[in-house]
Structure formats: C-alpha cells, structure tokens
C-alpha cells in the first residue's frame, strides 16, 4: 500500500472534522505505531509532548524537550504515515515568533495539524507549571501560527484547560480563538456533558477533547452532537510498550517476570523526581 501525500492526509484530517462523526485518536509515538494504527483502522493519531519527552529525554511532562528534537520525531512518523497526525506542539516552543517557526518545521515534518496551548510554558519562578499566559498573547500565538502555515489545508488548534479557568473565562477565551482564525479548539479538563455544552455553545468551529478516558464522557454520539470530532484518550499504547520492553528484559536476564505497572515504571526509570527536585530548589515550583 502506498504511503498518501502530507497534503492528502491533511485533507483527510479536514474531512473527519467536517463531519458529524466523533474519532478517537491512536496514540502514534513512533513511525512503527502509526503505521499499526492505520492498518487496524484508526482514522487520526497523536504524537503527544508528553510521549516525545519521554521516549526521546526519559523526561517527564516539563517542557525539557526541544523543537527540533520533537520535530525530529515527528518528521520520522511523518515520513511513513498512512494516516493524519496531529502533533501536541506545546506553547508552540516560545513566543509568537517561536510559534511561526514551530508551525514551519512541523508542517514540513508531515504532521497533519497541531495544537498551540495557552499554559505558560516553561514554568516561570514562583509559578505553577499550569499557569496560563494573557488572552492577549494567546490570540497573538493564534494568529502568528496561522500566519506561519504555507499548506492552508493544515489544521490549528487552539488549546485551553478548562479546567483551571472558571466557565466565562473559557468561554471568553475559546471565543477569541475562534474569532482569530483557529481550525479547531483543542480542551483539557472538561467535567463532564453539562461542563462541554456550556462551552460548545459558543463554537461553530470543531472541538478536540483531551479526556483521558473520563467516564463521563464516554458517551460519542453526545459528544459529536456537541460539536466533538476528535478525543485524545491518553497514550496507553505507548505505556504498553515501557511494560512490554521491561518485562522482556527481565525475561531475557532469567529474573521473575515483574509486577510494576506501565505508569509505575515510566516514574521510576524516568527523571522525574530529579526534575522535581530541581524544580523546588532553583525555580520555587511547588505543584
């Protein structure tokens, strides 16, 4: 089977958010994972910060990995996928020039869209990593991005929590997104039906959800009268793969097979606690 142009999976991506259709993504967080995902059926894929951090840093969630190290990997999925993929791009590496850049090498690496997020990134002295930045700069971020893409069938998604905001500043901020020319909306933190339909209301631009498998909102013909068209269920597969190579290890060392869970192992051969040590210590972090 032939691997489809950049330019037709991007086309894909916008024909699934065109529809009335609500699609769970795989999480793709290397060119052999993409390729599986697309051969049982999946119709997007994630390469996620967080995933790229540890499998290329053995980094937590921090903001440590670097553009071109995460441009790096998506350029190697995007070289042999047969089906979109969306890349979690952080704040976007920066400001909005950074953001321009950032758009530039991950349209190039072959990624079908992305999200840009408004948390203030990397943490600041004395700040939560969960801050977020203006309403201000965060439209600036938009428009810059938007600016930035060459391929005008690339999606940009705008990504909030709502989880840390009250329900008029989400509002008031998925609105000014959209009004700046975003593809789609990317949320993290939403509660449950009553939480998205205050929020969907607002839109008339498609929605993302980051849900990590919330019972709540299990529900996809609901979720896609609400405007829903893609949901990030988290990056089990991936964490899969840490417990499958470590319980293979120990096979091959002839040591009892181990009793870690996947999300077990990925803290303790992770940095982790280093990072969380540093973080008290030179930035007064205390998340």
Known sequence: MATPSQHDLRKDLRALMASNRCYYTASTFDPMSARIAADIGFEV?????????????AAPDFALITLSEFTEQATRIGRVARLPIIADADHGYGNALNVMRTVTELERAGVAALTIEDTLLPAKYGHKSTDLISLEEAVGKIEAALDARIDPVMSIFARTNAGQLSIEDTIARVKAYQAAGADGICVVGIRDFEHLEQISQHLSIPLMLVAYDNPELR???????????IVVNGHAAYFAAIK?????LRAQRGIAEGTLSASELSTRYSTLEENREWAVRFMDVHD
């Open 45 to 57: 894929g994630i390469l996620g910060g967080s995933v790229a951090s540890l499998q290329v840093l």
């Open 219 to 229: 529900d996809r013909e609901r979720l896609a009268a609400n405007g829903v068209r």
């Open 244 to 248: 499958a190579t470590y319980d293979c």
